[in-house]
């Protein structure tokens, strides 16, 4: 496994360039990290081989889409047994709507992202989730207004 130290500067030029624009051509991103076309590709190649780069993706404005309301839901779980997990597990990854699902430290046991039209899009997908896992206790907390969201990583 490679970690950061391993990394050259120009490795780092690259995957912080390609945290920008994923999309940009070899020989664009080749001018900005100082190599040639063939050069990029070959080190973008050893760090995708590295699991340093996991994929590329298409980011989408959500609210253009109709899921304007951000939710983050706090669950307290009673049941720590593995079967439960998976079930959890489970349900949580084929719910669209849920954009990220973390395991706590602390009083809580799960914290989840999800976005959604709107309240009644949340009260939806809060009667799936219960009607598929047993779970304690649940409250929400709604995002008022997005300061910082990002997909970029601090190299």
Request: hydrophobic share 45%.
């Amino acid at each position: 496994m490679v970690n950061m130290d391993e990394l050259d500067p120009t490795d780092r030029r690259i995957l912080m360039q390609l945290q920008r624009d994923a999309d940009q051509s070899l020989e664009t991103l080749g001018a900005a990290v100082g190599l040639s076309r063939n050069a990029c590709w070959r080190r973008i190649r050893a760090l995708e081989a590295a699991g340093i780069i996991t994929g590329r993706v298409a980011l989408l404005d959500a609210n253009k889409l109709g899921l304007g309301l951000t939710v983050f839901i706090q669950v307290r779980t009673s049941a720590h047994a593995p079967d439960w997990l998976e079930t959890f597990s489970a349900a949580t990854r084929a719910m669209p709507e849920i954009t990220g699902v973390y395991r706590m430290s602390g009083d809580l046991d799960y914290l989840i992202r999800a976005r959604v039209a709107d309240m009644a899009g949340y009260d939806r997908l809060y009667q799936r989730l219960i009607r598929k896992v047993p779970l304690s206790d649940v409250s929400a907390s709604f995002v008022m207004e997005e300061i910082k969201e990002t997909t970029q990583l601090p190299l």
